[in-house]
């Protein structure tokens, strides 16, 4: 006789299994284990046991370590993504997408950590390459058009204000030992996280207002004097 899975796969009837449930501890477990050894120090053993399951099968759910890792950063940057959207729509919508993302690294460290130890594990470690590309080339996309439109500064190519808007964004949680050594506190301050929201929100407007609109006035230059202007000059 065929085994029950067997004839439930040909007659459609659900197999009463809580696989969403153990997936979800795996992930857990495993986001707990790259954060704290990145990918070359961690291990499926203790993803396994931390989350309960044995090891064949978080090897079934999810491949080898370099699958799992792929697939606990591609969590992380969806959710991120899905999180705090692109507007382009004025400066000040530029702005709050570099504070909203401020915020977001601010309350999620585990995502700065695992793009750390990501860059740290070389280029054969970076997962999901293409996706993220066409990711990131759509927001490029959407400042090219705000260019175009005047809303933003054409001073800059749009890959590149991109990459200065997700700088002035992410580094207080990429480095946020160096962060402290210059202000002095950390983000568990209240007012020191508000202050840094607020220059992540300053920085980020000057970094896009277009030219004509955040350049100093020049002063009128002063006509020079004419010999015959009626002004007696000493001689000699």
């Not at 007659?11 to 704290?36: C, I, N, S």
């Not at 933003?152 to 050594?181: E, G």
Request: aromatic share 6%; with cysteine.
């Amino acid at each position: 006789m065929e085994p029950l899975r067997q004839r439930n796969r040909w007659y459609a009837v659900p197999v009463p299994r809580d696989t969403a449930r153990t997936k979800e501890r795996l992930l857990d477990a495993a986001v707990a284990e790259f954060v704290t050894h990145g990918l070359a120090g961690a291990t499926m053993e203790r993803i396994a046991r931390a989350a309960g399951v044995n090891k064949e099968r978080l090897y079934a759910y999810f491949g080898d370590k370099n699958s799992l890792f792929a697939t606990v950063l591609a969590d992380k940057l969806i959710g991120i993504a899905d999180a705090v959207p692109l507007n382009t729509d004025s400066v000040a919508a530029v702005a709050e997408f570099a504070a909203s993302t401020y915020d977001y690294q601010v309350d999620n460290p585990d995502l700065a950590r695992l793009i750390a130890w990501e860059a740290l594990a070389g280029a054969d470690a970076t997962s999901g390459e293409h996706i993220r590309a066409e990711r990131y080339g759509e927001k490029c996309r959407q400042l090219a058009r705000a260019q175009r439109a005047g809303i933003v500064t054409s001073a800059l190519p749009a890959p590149h204000l991109l990459a200065l808007l997700l700088s002035v964004s992410n580094w207080w949680a990429t480095s946020p030992q160096v962060a402290k050594m210059i202000t002095g506190l950390d983000d568990a301050d209240p007012s020191e996280r508000a202050a840094r929201r607020t220059a992540v929100v300053e920085a980020a407007s000057r970094l896009v207002q277009p030219a004509a609109e955040h350049q100093p006035r020049a002063a009128p230059l002063r006509r020079p004097l004419a010999a015959d202007d009626g002004i007696r000059r000493p001689r000699g």
